[in-house]
């Protein structure tokens, strides 16, 4: 194993060297999360750098936002709506080809991108499924909230399209992705993402869009809903929060996580979104995590509230991001995101953290805290932020995820390095292991927290968790693994893990028949899959949707002559007993 791992150390070295010698030293980059320089060739070959002139919170926005600010994303969008336009009146091209035991997830004709998935069943009929990604047919009709939706449990694609604008502030902006979903117990649907101007983050604000349960005249599931941008699929879109965003003054408000109740007494109905703001200002380093309620029909939310913040002084790494939320059969709210700490890579250390709100009736307030936030664990060894797995480029980073037992029983997983290595402050790995799923659990609120479980500890990366518990209890954990790949470290396959109840040891099982190559999308390469995948549980049943490359799809956008692999978003249906 030291010999494998010894092997692999120097190729990483030696593909230094090639790209020193082919792409020259003379320029140097800054870390986008520490400030510490690095030779950049790769990165600046690649366009991973950010654009002159982008905000100083760009470093810690979602992988999502970050992307908008580099060079490679500036020309991406002017190269295809160039293309498309010499396309237009040609027709669509051919049906994808999709390998025979892969669900492709939506409607979309073209090689563009689909990621950052998101997933519910409607508790009502679990046959029908709802989806949301990031959608780079965004590029072409300027909206990048995209959905889908299925009424026989994902074999096939009813309808698809994109969240529509929305005002903010005044001004007519687009939906720009980082979706999350939540359902209620009478199958209503809410989207939260969020709407700025494409071009300078000015006005910006985090959305709900509200999708009433089927049998109404309009929504995703009715007759009236034309999927693409027909407002009768999301008939409401509210605005829970807005901002200007200039070099002087103002706020981003930055990846959206959202949860229902699910039919407690005291809030029955209602939904919660948090997420992270950043300040405008380049002299204000600071970033909250912040809450908002609002009731069923979305005609009244609370103030927003923050549940923690930082200076920003700390260290280069002083900031928080990466919020999740679920809600318990008891109506309780809990809440989980990231604290970071540190001046690099090297030295970055990411507490979990987690709050417990109790229930409230009416909207003047999101609920009743219980006591401050909590940490979870101090993780030592953390993807750390703005890294990629070696040998990949795509960002990745620590992000727990929280779900609750019937019972009470909280259980949080993350995903964390096996070991303290990095490689030239931008690639994470271990020469043959990377990164693992932990979790921990909690019967008393989070006042208390269990030793530390594994999830999957299998060779290779892996990462991106995210967490459903069944009716009966069973803890369904699902994620990104390259274990498959044991040679390379990069094909990449979805598994999930299960527990009975939360405590180790989980079971494994591959989801997908065929490894994904993360490199294929010829747009993004393996430059940006997202931030997250997600599982769903309802009775008997567990979907995963998730991000690959698995579509085959004409290139005539792109120039191409042939088909092409490249990145859409993807369902599988598991049985749970």
Aim: charged share 15%.
């Amino acid at each position: 194993m030291q010999r494998t791992r010894t092997a692999r150390m120097w190729v990483g070295l030696v593909i230094l060297v090639l790209s020193l010698t082919l792409f020259g030293t003379g320029a140097t980059t800054i870390h986008p999360a520490s400030g510490q320089g690095r030779p950049d060739p790769a990165l600046t070959q690649r366009g991973l750098i950010l654009t002159a002139g982008a905000f100083r919170w760009a470093a810690h926005a979602s992988s999502n936002v970050w992307l908008r600010q580099t060079t490679r994303f500036q020309a991406l969008r002017q190269t295809v709506r160039e293309r498309a336009a010499r396309l237009r009146g040609a027709g669509l091209p051919p049906a994808a080809g999709v390998p025979l035991s892969m669900k492709m997830f939506n409607k979309d004709p073209f090689p563009l991108p689909q990621n950052e998935t998101t997933v519910v069943a409607d508790p009502v009929n679990i046959a029908r499924v709802v989806g949301g990604y990031n959608d780079y047919r965004g590029l072409l009709v300027d909206n990048f909230t995209g959905w889908t939706t299925s009424t026989d449990g994902g074999n096939s694609t009813a309808r698809d399209g994109q969240i529509p604008p929305t005002t903010v502030l005044g001004t007519v902006v687009p939906s720009q992705g980082d979706p999350a979903l939540g359902v209620d117990a009478a199958g209503n649907l809410f989207m939260a993402t969020f709407h700025f101007d494409s071009d300078d983050f000015s006005p910006n604000g985090i959305t709900i869009a509200r999708s009433p349960a089927p049998g109404n005249p309009k929504g995703v599931f009715s007759a009236a809903c034309g999927g693409g941008a027909d407002p009768d699929c999301w008939p409401v879109i509210k605005v829970v929060t807005a901002n200007t965003c200039t070099s002087s003054s103002g706020f981003f408000d930055d990846k959206p996580y959202i949860a229902a109740d699910p039919g407690s007494f005291l809030a029955g109905g209602a939904v919660y979104v948090t997420w992270t703001r950043f300040p405008c200002s380049g002299s204000d380093l600071s970033s909250y995590i912040m809450i908002v309620k609002c009731n069923n029909a979305l005609a009244a939310c609370s103030p927003p509230l923050t549940l923690e913040s930082t200076t920003g002084l700390g260290s280069n790494f002083d900031f928080v991001q990466l919020s999740h939320l679920t809600v318990g059969s008891d109506g309780n709210i809990y809440v989980t995101w990231v604290k970071h700490s540190g001046d690099d890579s090297l030295s970055e250390v990411d507490r979990i953290r987690f709050q417990a709100i109790g229930p409230l009736s009416g909207t003047s307030g999101v609920g009743i805290l219980a006591g401050g936030p909590r940490t979870v664990a101090t993780e030592s060894q953390p993807i750390p932020w703005g890294t990629a797995p070696y040998p990949a480029y795509y960002r990745s980073a620590t992000y727990p995820h929280v779900g609750v037992r019937p019972g009470g029983r909280i259980v949080v997983v993350w995903d964390r390095r096996t070991t303290a290595d990095t490689l030239f402050d931008f690639w994470w790995f271990d020469y043959g292991a990377g990164a693992s799923i932990a979790a921990k659990y909690s019967d008393d609120l989070g006042r208390n927290w269990s030793a530390m479980q594994t999830v999957s500890n299998a060779l290779g990366h892996q990462d991106q968790p995210s967490v459903c518990i069944s009716p009966t209890g069973q803890v369904v954990v699902a994620y990104y693994s390259n274990q498959n790949d044991a040679r390379w470290s990069h094909a990449q396959d979805v598994y999930v893990s299960t527990s009975p109840n939360g405590a180790a040891p989980y079971t494994a099982l591959r989801v997908t028949a065929e490894s994904n190559d993360t490199e294929a999308d010829p747009l993004l390469s393996d430059l940006f899959i997202g931030d997250y995948l997600e599982v769903t549980c309802r009775p008997g049943r567990a979907y995963v949707h998730y991000t690959a490359n698995y579509a085959a799809k004409s290139a005539a956008l792109l120039g191409g002559a042939f088909p092409i692999r490249q990145q859409d978003n993807f369902l599988a249906r598991l049985s749970l007993p």
